[in-house]
């Protein structure tokens, strides 16, 4: 089956997997809010981890999504406003 996002479809021509994630965010967002805040946060770290490896940023091994998010603002990659975002996403 494959996922349909309302709101990502978009993210398709980069990564399927993107929108899966999102799928089931927008899916859970009214029957389970905490699970829907869980695929949002996996969604935010594939993308920081995504956006890392298109910069040769991304850490080696197993890098958290603290580590990602770091190793961009260090090299100021993401635009301030991006960053608040993914760091409020990952506090919520």
């Not at 990502?8 to 799928?23: E, K, M, N, P, T």
């Not at 805040?37 to 958290?64: N, T």
């Amino acid at each position: 089956m494959e996922a349909v996002s309302l709101n990502f479809g978009f993210l398709s021509r980069h990564d399927l997997r993107l929108v899966q994630i999102a799928a089931l965010a927008e899916r859970y967002f009214h029957e389970d809010p905490p699970g829907a805040l869980i695929r949002l946060r996996q969604l935010a770290e594939m993308l920081v981890k995504e956006i890392a490896a298109r910069h040769a940023l991304l850490p080696k091994g197993r890098a958290s999504f603290d580590e990602v998010l770091a190793a961009l603002k260090v090299r100021g990659v993401l635009p301030k406003a991006a960053a608040e975002v993914f760091y409020h996403v990952k506090r919520v």
